[in-house]
């Protein structure tokens, strides 16, 4: 009976990080959304790519970082580079070699983005989480996947 009780204990822990994650998402969307027009998917994707060596990754190493497939951020990009925060280098043999870059408006983008983003986390209660305790339940949930 014991085992039982672990296995829904688990499966409720797991719904329940789920619901906060979507929660904490949720939060950070409405509020890039408001204020600078930028979803938290957007976002992502800028910070994925200022990371980057020279803010500049293919579309294949950017859907790696945030768990899109490569089309998806191809889709999610393309807003971007038409308010000059991405631009596309092509290559000229291959389009899947192709890289995104930030562009200065996009790392000013960003930068709003970060203080906002900032803003919403020290609105949360979440003084008793520890980054090294997190940092270590998401490692062991990474090794057995």
Do not use: H, W
């Given at each position: 009976m014991n085992t039982l009780n672990d296995a829904e204990a688990r499966k409720n822990l797991a719904f329940e990080?789920?619901?906060?994650?979507?929660?904490?998402?949720?939060?950070?969307?409405?509020a890039l959304s408001t204020i600078r027009g930028l979803?938290?998917?957007?976002?992502?994707?800028?910070?994925?790519?200022?990371?980057?060596?020279?803010?500049r990754a293919m579309r294949v190493e950017l859907a790696q970082s945030v768990g899109l497939t490569p089309s998806a951020v191809t889709r999610a990009l393309k807003p971007l580079e038409k308010l000059?925060?991405?631009?596309?280098?092509?290559?000229?043999?291959?389009?899947?070699?192709s890289l995104a870059c930030l562009t200065d408006s996009g790392r000013e983008l960003l930068s709003d983005a970060e203080g906002i983003a900032r803003d919403v986390l020290q609105s949360l209660p979440i003084e008793t989480l520890?980054?090294?305790g997190l940092e270590g339940f998401l490692k062991s949930v990474g090794e057995r996947i």
């Amino acid at each position: 009976m014991n085992t039982l009780n672990d296995a829904e204990a688990r499966k409720n822990l797991a719904f329940e990080l789920l619901d906060a994650a979507g929660y904490l998402e949720r939060r950070l969307d409405r509020a890039l959304s408001t204020i600078r027009g930028l979803s938290f998917s957007e976002y992502r994707l800028l910070r994925s790519l200022a990371a980057q060596p020279e803010a500049r990754a293919m579309r294949v190493e950017l859907a790696q970082s945030v768990g899109l497939t490569p089309s998806a951020v191809t889709r999610a990009l393309k807003p971007l580079e038409k308010l000059c925060y991405v631009e596309t280098l092509k290559s000229d043999r291959d389009a899947r070699r192709s890289l995104a870059c930030l562009t200065d408006s996009g790392r000013e983008l960003l930068s709003d983005a970060e203080g906002i983003a900032r803003d919403v986390l020290q609105s949360l209660p979440i003084e008793t989480l520890s980054s090294a305790g997190l940092e270590g339940f998401l490692k062991s949930v990474g090794e057995r996947i």
